[in-house]
Each structure stands twice: as C-alpha cells, then as structure tokens.
C-alpha cells in the first residue's frame, strides 16, 4: 500500500480544465465511444480525420447530461465543423 501511495505524489497529473466528466456508467454513448475508437485505431489516432466522430460523441454526451452543454467552438470546431457535421 505504500508503494501506491508513494506512485501518486509522484504524479502530475492535471484535472481537467472544464471540471469533471462522469463515467458513462450505463453506456448511453458507448456505440458513439466505439466509432470513435475505432475512427482512431483506423486513422493511427489522428484526431483530425475523426472530427465527425467526436462531434458526435461529445453532442451525445451533452445530451445525455454527461457533460455540461459547451459552444462547439469552446470545444476546438470550426464554423465548418459545425456547420456540415451539425446537419448529420
């Protein structure tokens, strides 16, 4: 036990900036956390060529109140990001 203790006031992690993000302990977004693992496995985890696939996770996140609602621009999208995935 004390190993563990001595491990985690080693570490710098950092919390989130936004706050806390909740566990999706019912899997209200679990098919939209799978596309977009997948979309990164497929992509040797280039975020870029997985903007569709975050937008929809995150929306499903916000919609399911696992996360507060935020401007997609807060979120790092473009006005084009918004605009053509925001129709899907």
Do not use: V
């Not at 004390?2 to 098919?31: I, M, R, V």
């Not at 499903?60 to 979120?75: A, F, G, H, I």
Request: aromatic share 8%; glycine share 4%; hydrophobic share 25%.
């Amino acid at each position: 036990m004390s190993s563990l203790s001595t491990f985690s006031s080693k570490s710098n992690a950092k919390p989130p900036q936004k706050g806390s993000f909740p566990l999706d302990h019912e899997g209200e977004c679990k098919d939209f956390m799978i596309k977009y693992m997948q979309c990164l496995r497929l992509n040797k985890k280039d975020t870029a060529l997985c903007r569709k696939e975050t937008k929809d996770y995150l929306n499903c996140r916000m919609d399911k109140n696992l996360m507060l609602k935020e401007d997609w621009k807060k979120l790092g999208f473009t006005e084009e990001d918004i605009d053509t995935k925001s129709k899907t």
